[in-house]
């Protein structure tokens, strides 16, 4: 790796001074696990790298009185699939967060960058975005807020100025009645790198039936992206196979994905459709109260009773 | 804050504890964990594998969490805890992990080894009693070349019972 500068800021202020000071030549660190990995391969090339693990805004999760949740944009994978609040309040997020790489990655990526490494991808992005999550950003000339399914607009291009930090992530407040499930299509079982992805929101009314959703893909286009069309699908319904069948052909027709190493266009038009419509029966059973297994604990689920 | 100039490479002085032990030692920002350890503290029981992440060899666990010490800085290990293969068997005698694998013979060029032994002794640590598939599972970050895996997810549970029954 080419010698770097490091600095350690303490608050968020200071951070933003040492990005501004060098645009586009200092980058936030957080897990490293995306970052180091460019710098060592020559792909990004800075002068100053800046630890924000340093900064209790960035490092904590709070759980707020109105019941929304902030996330520290540096928290790394294991701290946040060990809080109770989002284990209880969004499933989905524990669903992509435990399948982030493998354990040791887990013990050093963050949500933040995830985000922010703004890879077609990602696969925390669609569960934030499906939760409506918010990114909260601090620059020089203040503080600002954009949704995280608008923060990506293109292969690792965001919304970020050079000068910017990502602060925290916020969560809404959790609705009774709703829940969230993602999954991906990977080739092995765990470590790679999501084929085609699905992260879809349900909430229900009283009867049971759909009353709102989100549904988002990624790594079928430049950027994760929401389907408004599989959200009318289910919206109205109790998710009947007929509607999740609807949901799924609008994710095919919503995906626009290439064909590369992992795979084919054809394949990835396929797969959007086969995760929307299990990550839409994942949330609406979840939804009902149901248990419904992340990938990460469907091998037990599978060894359940197995004598070993 | 600690802050070097790219230009001049200046080292920075980086104390950390690990295996135990107060160590100092010297780094140039530019220069991993894994770097570190082998290059400037001779502790060469670490391997480097992939160096992106991939391959588990250069398993440690830092501040009681299992990590890829080629995405640390070694700077980034400052005041930190960090435990190394080295610190994995009791003084004079073996972790039930390394009794395990030489028992199942569950290594044959031995570069992964001591990436999944650190990986597995933290499993083990946090689950005494994992399922095959939770062994596989957690084991997922590290990659061999040489056994198929089979022997390894052998020792493990083999491991575990020594652990939780003697033997």
């Not at chain 1, 897990?31 to 900064?55: A, C, E, N, W």
């Not at chain 1, 990506?152 to 050079?162: N, W």
Request: contains cysteine; neutral net charge.
């Amino acid at each position: 790796m080419d010698n770097v500068e490091y600095v350690r800021p303490g608050s968020v202020s200071e951070a933003v001074a040492l990005l501004a000071e060098k645009p586009g030549k200092a980058r936030a660190l957080a897990g490293g696990t995306d970052l180091l990995v460019q710098l060592k391969s020559g792909r990004r090339q800075i002068d100053r790298v800046v630890d924000v693990k340093g900064i209790p805004d960035l490092t904590e999760i709070r759980v707020n009185a109105d019941g929304s949740v902030l996330i520290g944009a540096a928290v790394p994978c294991f701290k946040v699939y060990s809080h109770p609040a989002i284990i209880a309040g969004y499933p989905g997020v524990i669903d992509s967060v435990s399948i982030v790489g493998g354990i040791a990655i887990q013990g050093r990526a963050s949500l933040g960058g995830n985000l922010c490494n703004g890879a077609p991808s990602g696969d925390t992005i669609p569960s934030m975005a499906a939760a409506g999550a918010v990114a909260l950003i601090a620059g020089p000339s203040g503080s600002r807020e954009v949704p995280v399914a608008e923060f990506c607009t293109g292969p690792g291009q965001t919304v970020l100025h050079p000068d910017e930090l990502l602060v925290a992530i916020r969560l809404p407040a959790p609705r009774a009645h709703s829940a969230s499930h993602y999954l991906r299509f990977i080739p092995r079982n765990e470590m790679d790198i999501a084929v085609a992805g699905a992260g879809a929101w349900v909430a229900l009314d009283s009867h049971g039936v759909v009353t709102e959703a989100r549904v988002f893909l990624t790594s079928v286009a430049p950027t994760p992206i929401g389907v408004p069309d599989a959200v009318k699908a289910v919206v109205g319904t109790r998710g009947e196979e007929s509607a999740l069948d609807a949901a799924a052909a609008a994710a095919r027709a919503a995906a626009k994905p290439i064909t590369d190493m992992r795979g084919t266009i054809a394949q990835r038009v396929h797969l959007s459709g086969v995760m929307t419509k299990r990550a839409l029966a994942g949330a609406i059973a979840r939804a009902r109260g149901e248990h419904v297994p992340g990938a990460h604990e469907a091998h037990r689920v599978r060894t359940n009773g197995a004598a070993h | 804050m600690v802050a070097v100039d790219a230009h001049s490479a200046t080292k920075v002085v980086v104390e950390a504890t690990i295996n135990g032990q107060s160590v100092q030692f010297l780094a140039e920002p530019r220069q991993t964990l894994l770097e570190c350890l082998r290059d400037v503290l001779s502790m060469t029981g670490t391997k480097e594998g992939c160096s992106d992440g991939n391959c588990g060899a250069c398993n440690v666990v830092m501040d009681g969490r299992l990590v890829n010490s080629c995405l640390v800085l070694g700077v980034e290990a400052n005041g930190q805890s960090i435990t190394t293969i080295e610190g994995i068997a009791p003084v004079g005698g073996l972790h039930p992990l390394q009794t395990a694998f030489l028992e199942e013979a569950a290594l044959q060029c031995g570069i992964c080894t001591p990436g999944f032994i650190v990986s597995a002794s933290e499993l083990l640590k946090h689950n005494a009693h994992p399922s095959e598939d939770e062994v596989r599972f957690w084991l997922s970050g590290n990659l061999c070349r040489c056994t198929g895996y089979d022997k390894i997810v052998r020792a493990v549970m083999h491991a575990s019972d020594i652990m939780r029954v003697g033997h």
